[in-house]
């Protein structure tokens, strides 16, 4: 995968593109990653890249000329034939669609992606309307610009990139992954999480300061653990996120014991 960056601060990206899963993915050719500095396509003497906003009110905008200019001389493929391509232009925005796991695996699966790192009070409206394909942001809530968001999209579709992380079946078994329930069977023994969040997890000491590993884990009754695993899984779901549940394609199974958990059948 080629993933280029675009960003008034291309030095915010030294951090992340020098750590873990995304410096193992360049060093090993599963992943090309890029930063363009935007300010080296506007061409007066302050490389000047924002501008006021029509109508007047507060802050700045980023212009249009420098982006396009930008994406111009990448050579990605024209709005209309991208998907052919297997490309995509992403621009982070806080009116951007809230980016998910879902999001990420579309991602994933492209050959080049392009991000546009926001900034100041916001974008021209036609980069986002004649440019970019998509229009991305990770969270309702407003940060100083596109890069954190960028940074999180990047370490997101980088570890589902097949072999960047070690144990690639770890990425199937998360928070947030979906898989395809057959009729009568729930998850497998390593416990897919089912659109929901992850299973508790622990690892030794047994006992640490008092605190125990729950007893069935140590059982070695795999049917046990897995059962258990989805009981917890679900707890944590109602508990913290229970949203979730009300798309999550639950099996026969995952409604018995959300009514023992909740003493409600559903």
């Not at 506007?42 to 000047?48: I, L, S």
């Not at 699966?109 to 394909?133: F, K, P, Q």
């Not at 640490?208 to 884990?217: A, D, K, T, Y």
């Amino acid at each position: 995968m080629k993933i280029d960056i675009v960003t008034i601060f291309p030095e915010f990206f030294r951090g992340p593109l020098d750590h873990g899963i995304i410096r193992r993915a360049q060093e090993t050719g599963l992943a090309t990653i890029e930063v363009h500095d935007l300010r080296a396509f506007a061409h007066d003497r302050h490389k000047t890249v924002d501008d006021r906003p029509f109508g007047g009110g507060e802050g700045m905008v980023l212009k249009p000329e420098p982006i396009f200019e930008c994406i111009e001389e990448l050579k990605v493929a024209p709005r209309e034939g991208r998907s052919e391509f297997r490309e995509s232009v992403v621009l982070l925005s806080a009116q951007g669609k809230r980016f998910d796991q879902s999001v990420a695996n579309e991602l994933a699966a492209l050959e080049r992606i392009v991000l546009i790192c926001g900034r100041y009070e916001g974008v021209d409206e036609r980069v986002g309307r004649y440019l970019a394909d998509r229009e991305l942001s990770i969270g309702d809530y407003v940060l100083s610009g596109g890069e954190l968001g960028a940074a999180v999209i990047l370490d997101c579709v980088t570890r589902l990139i097949p072999g960047a992380v070690g144990n690639q079946a770890s990425t199937q078994q998360e928070s947030f992954t979906t898989f395809s329930l057959q009729p009568g069977n729930g998850p497998s023994s390593t416990c897919a999480s089912g659109g929901l969040l992850d299973y508790p997890h622990y690892t030794r000491p047994a006992d640490f300061r008092g605190m125990g590993v729950p007893e069935v884990l140590a059982s070695g009754n795999h049917e046990e653990i897995r059962r258990w695993r989805r009981r917890t899984a679900l707890e944590k779901t109602l508990r913290n996120r229970p949203d979730l549940l009300d798309e999550a394609a639950l099996s026969d199974e995952d409604k018995k014991l959300l009514a023992q958990i909740t003493g409600k059948n559903l």
